[in-house]
């Protein structure tokens, strides 16, 4: 999610149902990273197998920025459980890893709520092997939307399949993410890549966040990612600078076709090279 996007969920006149990550009443980039979700005795658990395309390049690692990806979609659709009938937006997102992220097999995530406040919801997630293994551990942090007009939808959402349609290309070519020179990189906004009330996605800007880190560091890969959410990017594209000294990282994202306003800040940290 991103700040104030409010990514409402519920049915469409038409009956059809929009997933409240993603809008999934339409195709979105995001979903070819074929992640399931199911929820379970008030906890949610997804299941991801990794492909090629979905590996940082240079590495045979699973981007970060994938974990961040399933991370806010499994946080997000608790806060959506919570909070509803209020408009949850996300103000912060991390993942941290515990060593370099596997290249192929399975990566299972379970989702708990850690505070469930009047007008802040807090999400815990841990990401392990098809095996059991630790990946990574992530948190999501969501407020209710200012505005108390704006509610969601009636929700009756059920477990989101993994969809067919997987990616067929490298992840960033399919997102149509560029690094340009070191540190920074380039998002344009497509129909794709928005979530349901038509802003970036939340996944999609951590990519960015991380491809403009990796352009000082090719053939490494992050250990951490943390996202600051100030504003939602409604036009495009997102401009990611980054910054890297001694293996940490600080970004800030941009949307350059609104006057250039900051939208995103980050940190993050990388493993040593990880082949």
Same mark, same amino acid.
């Given at each position: 999610?991103?700040?104030?996007?409010?990514?409402?969920? @519920?049915?469409?006149?038409?009956?059809?149902?929009?997933?409240?990550?993603?809008?999934? *009443?339409?195709?979105?980039?995001?979903?070819?990273?074929?992640?399931?979700?199911?929820?379970?005795?008030?906890?949610?658990? @997804?299941?991801?197998? +990794?492909?090629?395309?979905?590996?940082?390049?240079?590495?045979?690692?699973?981007?970060?920025?994938?974990?961040?990806?399933?991370?806010?979609?499994?946080?997000?659709?608790?806060?959506?459980?919570?909070?509803?009938?209020?408009? #949850?937006?996300? /103000?912060?997102?991390?993942?941290?890893?515990?060593? #370099?992220?596997?290249?192929?097999?399975?990566?299972? @995530?379970?989702?708990?709520?850690?505070?469930?406040?009047?007008?802040?919801?807090?999400?815990? +997630?841990?990401?392990?092997?098809?095996?059991?293994?630790?990946?990574?551990?992530?948190?999501?942090?969501?407020?209710?939307?200012?505005? #108390?007009?704006?509610?969601?939808?009636?929700?009756?959402?059920?477990?989101?399949?993994? #969809?067919?349609? /997987?990616?067929?290309?490298?992840?960033?070519?399919?997102?149509?993410?560029?690094?340009?020179?070191?540190?920074?990189?380039?998002?344009?906004?497509?129909?794709?890549?928005? *979530?349901?009330?038509g802003t970036m996605s939340g996944g999609l800007t951590a990519l960015v966040a991380e491809e403009a880190v990796l352009a000082h560091a090719p053939g490494q890969t992050l250990s951490s990612l943390a996202l600051r959410y100030l504003?939602? +990017?409604?036009?495009?594209?997102?401009?990611?600078?980054?910054?890297?000294?001694?293996?940490?990282?600080?970004?800030?994202?941009?949307?350059?076709?609104?006057?250039?306003?900051?939208?995103?800040?980050?940190?993050?940290?990388?493993?040593?090279?990880?082949?």
């Amino acid at each position: 999610m991103g700040r104030r996007s409010g990514r409402p969920g @519920g049915r469409e006149k038409d009956g059809t149902m929009i997933d409240s990550v993603t809008g999934g *009443n339409r195709h979105n980039i995001l979903q070819e990273l074929g992640f399931s979700v199911r929820l379970a005795a008030g906890r949610i658990h @997804g299941d991801g197998r +990794i492909t090629p395309h979905m590996h940082v390049p240079g590495t045979g690692r699973l981007r970060t920025s994938i974990l961040a990806a399933w991370a806010d979609h499994l946080a997000g659709r608790l806060a959506v459980e919570v909070m509803t009938p209020r408009v #949850p937006v996300t /103000l912060d997102l991390d993942v941290h890893l515990y060593r #370099p992220a596997p290249g192929t097999g399975t990566v299972h @995530g379970t989702g708990r709520t850690i505070k469930a406040g009047r007008s802040v919801y807090i999400a815990g +997630i841990d990401f392990t092997t098809g095996d059991g293994r630790p990946v990574a551990t992530a948190t999501g942090a969501f407020m209710s939307a200012p505005d #108390p007009s704006v509610v969601m939808p009636d929700l009756t959402a059920p477990p989101s399949p993994a #969809p067919e349609r /997987l990616l067929s290309v490298p992840f960033a070519e399919r997102a149509g993410c560029r690094r340009r020179e070191p540190g920074t990189a380039v998002l344009p906004r497509s129909d794709e890549g928005l *979530n349901a009330a038509g802003t970036m996605s939340g996944g999609l800007t951590a990519l960015v966040a991380e491809e403009a880190v990796l352009a000082h560091a090719p053939g490494q890969t992050l250990s951490s990612l943390a996202l600051r959410y100030l504003h939602a +990017i409604r036009t495009g594209p997102a401009l990611a600078t980054a910054s890297l000294h001694h293996g940490l990282a600080t970004a800030r994202i941009h949307d350059t076709g609104n006057n250039d306003r900051l939208a995103i800040t980050a940190t993050a940290r990388t493993f040593p090279h990880a082949p």
